[in-house]
């Protein structure tokens, strides 16, 4: 079902973020199927404005 929403979504040239992505192995098989773009505690938890940016700042 993942395969076909991400080729649907690929074809109609849509940006697909895949949320929920709870492990490196999820992450390797979107990725692996043209999903690059993802939103989960994998990455971070729900954190206020000010911390969020200050993440930004750390990772450019």
Excluded: W
């Amino acid at each position: 079902m993942v395969q076909t929403i991400i080729s649907m979504a690929n074809s109609l040239a849509m940006e697909i973020i895949a949320e929920g992505v709870e492990t490196q192995a999820q992450r390797d098989f979107l990725k692996q199927h043209g999903c690059s773009l993802y939103q989960s505690y994998l990455f971070s938890k729900p954190v206020p404005l000010e911390e969020f940016e200050a993440l930004l700042c750390v990772a450019v």
